[in-house]
Nanobody
Framework: QVQLVESGGGLVQAGGSLRLSCAASGRPFSTYAMGWFRQAPGKERAFVARISGRGDSTYYADSVKDRFSISRDMAKNTVYLQMNRLTPEDTAVYYC????????????????WGQGTQVTVSS
């Protein structure tokens, strides 16, 4: 079992940046991939980014490619989502999640979830 705690959300103006953090505990950090998802008001939760267990492979949704960057710090058992050039369309609750096996961007294939952190981008 893995426990996840997100932080770093907040209110930012369009064009600004935020960095989200997700601290993990409960199982060796390098043994699972991690992903970020987001859920905007009135919409389904959607994939944002994923990073492999060793941090050597990343994958992004087209909507955030070239603006967002996912990384992981093995010493701190923490995954980050650096978000640049934010737009109001990025407003959502952001969740980190653990994927034990395989590669997928489907939320049903993720095993544990954090509680979410709100990101609001004003125009």
């Amino acid at each position: 079992q893995v426990q996840l705690v997100e932080s770093g959300g907040g209110l930012v103006q369009a064009g600004g940046s935020l960095r989200l953090s997700c601290a993990a505990s409960g199982r060796p950090f390098s043994t699972y991939a991690m992903g970020w998802f987001r859920q905007a008001p009135g919409k389904e939760r959607a994939f944002v980014a994923r990073i492999s267990g060793r941090g050597d492979s990343t994958y992004y949704a087209d909507s955030v490619k070239d603006r967002f960057s996912i990384s992981r710090d093995m010493a701190k058992n923490t995954v980050y989502l650096q978000m640049n050039r934010l737009t109001p369309e990025d407003t959502a609750v952001y969740y980190c999640a653990v994927q034990y096996r395989g590669f997928s961007i489907e939320e049903s294939r993720y095993d544990y979830w954090g509680q979410g952190t709100q990101v609001t981008v004003s125009s």
